[in-house]
């Protein structure tokens, strides 16, 4: 579990994140969603330890990250991992040299037994034919199942997607947010996901906070989405017309 208490955090006179405090639980897939300018970045970076809040605490499982020594910072941070936005993969490396990469950056461990990790977590993702090519010799969501891959490789306590279905198309969206839903629970992950995706959000939106102009505007599930009345919210979540077709049918089953 992740718990953020009333943190804060400015650059200069911009006062970017002011005051949240939430929980995120393990096993659950917890999305943080906002309009540009709402503070997740930010709020996503405080999190892996990137910002420091000058106000507030954020604890791992009960280790606040503030009162660690610095070493015991270093061992929190490699319990973490990340799915960049453009999946971040070096372009130089074949998957499974991206794969080893935190393998071979961060751990003692033997050519022969980085090598069978990469084949377990590959597996995993349903890539198993894709050790030796290269990102630009595959496709967009199989860059994010290589990323992910990589992402999981060290056993991470901590998981943080950064708009993971940005540039995919419907359908290998849904794939890779079930992806991460299952590793979620198989792995028993702390996962916290910053999206704009309302899909998203209807597919896997075990929790959810909304944040407006760096506050915590509303949290809760897929299904409390539906029935609040918070103006901010129903503005983001149905500016599409879909998104108003199923919000007025829920309105309409509820009479």
């Known amino acids: 579990m992740i718990e953020v208490s009333n943190i804060h955090k400015s650059f200069g006179d911009a006062h970017v994140l002011k005051g949240i405090s939430t929980h995120f639980d393990t096993g659950k897939t917890n999305l943080v969603i906002g309009q540009s300018g709402s503070g997740k970045t930010v709020f996503l970076k405080c999190l892996l330890g990137l910002f420091t809040p000058e106000e507030g605490s954020i604890s791992y499982d009960g280790k606040i990250y503030s009162e660690l020594s610095g070493d015991e910072k270093r061992d929190l941070r490699q319990e973490m991992g990340m799915v960049f936005q453009g999946s971040a993969l ?13 393998l071979e950056m961060f751990t003692k461990q033997s050519v022969s037994e980085m090598e069978d990790r990469v084949d377990v977590v590959l597996k995993r ?3 198993i034919d894709a050790h030796q090519k290269y990102p630009s010799e595959i496709s967009g969501g199989m860059q994010k199942r290589v990323a992910i891959a990589r ?3 060290m056993n991470p306590q901590y998981l943080f997607c950064d708009e993971p279905n940005s540039g995919l198309d419907p359908k290998t969206a849904i794939l890779i947010d079930n992806l991460i839903k299952e590793i979620t629970e198989e792995y028993d992950i702390t996962t916290v996901i910053n999206t704009h995706d309302m899909n998203s959000v209807m597919e896997i939106g075990e929790k959810i906070i909304f944040l407006k102009d760096g506050l915590k505007e509303w949290e809760g599930t897929k299904n409390e989405i539906f029935k609040t009345d918070n103006e901010a919210v129903t503005n983001f979540v149905y500016s599409s017309e879909l998104f108003k077709k199923v919000r007025q049918m829920y309105i309409e089953e509820r009479n």
């Open 90 to 102: 070096f372009d130089s490396m074949t998957v499974a040299g991206n794969v080893k990469f935190p």
């Open 125 to 127: 993702v349903n890539l």
């Open 151 to 153: 992402a999981i490789v």
